[in-house]
């Protein structure tokens, strides 16, 4: 049985998913957390089960604190206490304009994207913290490269919850640093998944291929293995940090 506990959320497809299966090849019971589609998260299960390791799907919305506390309530019971957390669950809205946007709608991305972070945040330290009977852990937070290039025209309140997730990260890290607790955040550019669909746009990274100085779009792979390592010994001593998985963008 392993040793060490993941929960990643928002895992039931795209980058969650990629870190799932990577996490779990390398010794991770993992909590494959998601939303609304169960269908997928079973196939995740299924996909690590069958290179034989550890992995339930869990519902739960970020965004319902009480939905929160009872996915880390029961991970606590089904899988042991919680090594590793990947804050990957995350939402946009189709493209448009600020002048167009709606204050509800701009609620909704920041309950999921910060305010469902921040929480989950919260139950990890209170189960990694040693005056808490933990030992110690990581946490990696998903951001995106929008954080810091706005998403002008697209979705800037996206954005800007990036920017919150970046400046979360920072903070948590010196908060929890003495209790052995690293924080760091990955930062993927364009990345070939489902939520482009989301904005309105499903081949956006191939329309945006021709300003990444790498001329093409990245995969879930390629921002798992970052996330990884950020979660692996070889990071003992980073924390407060950021890796851009975004081709030179």
């Known amino acids: 049985m392993p040793d060490k506990v993941m929960i990643v959320t928002g895992a039931s497809r795209g980058i969650g998913a990629a870190v799932a299966l990577l996490a ?23 996909a690590i089960q069958a290179e034989g390791g550890r992995a339930v799907a869990m519902a739960g919305d970020v965004a319902d604190e009480a939905q929160v506390v009872r996915l880390f309530q029961a991970v606590d019971r089904e899988l042991g206490r919680v090594d590793a957390l990947v804050n990957n669950a ?8 600020l002048e167009d946007m709606d204050a509800a709608r701009v609620s909704r991305i920041l309950a ?3 305010v469902g972070a921040l929480v989950c945040c919260r139950e990890a330290v209170r189960r990694m913290a040693p005056r808490h009977g933990g030992r ?23 954005a800007a919850s990036k920017g919150a997730l970046d400046t979360l990260t920072i ?3 010196k908060e929890v640093a003495a209790d052995g607790i690293r924080v760091n955040a990955v930062r993927p550019g364009a990345i070939y998944t489902e939520m482009h ?10 329309r945006v291929a021709g300003s990444i100085p790498m001329q093409r779009g990245g995969t879930p792979q390629e921002v798992a293995n970052a996330v990884m390592w950020f979660v692996s010994d070889e990071a003992s001593y980073t924390t407060g940090s950021f890796i851009d998985v975004s081709g030179g963008r």
């Open 112 to 114: 999921t994207n910060v």
């Open 197 to 206: 669909a989301s904005g309105g746009e499903p081949g956006r990274v191939d």
């Open 171 to 173: 903070g948590l890290s």
């Open 24 to 46: 779990a090849r390398r010794g991770y019971a993992v909590c494959v957390n998601y939303r609304q589609r169960r269908d997928a998260a079973d196939a995740v299960v299924a």
């Open 90 to 97: 995350g939402v946009l809205d189709t493209q448009m304009r």
């Open 136 to 158: 110690g852990g990581a946490i990696v937070n998903v951001s995106s490269m929008a954080a810091r290039l706005g998403s002008p025209g697209e979705y800037i309140d996206y």
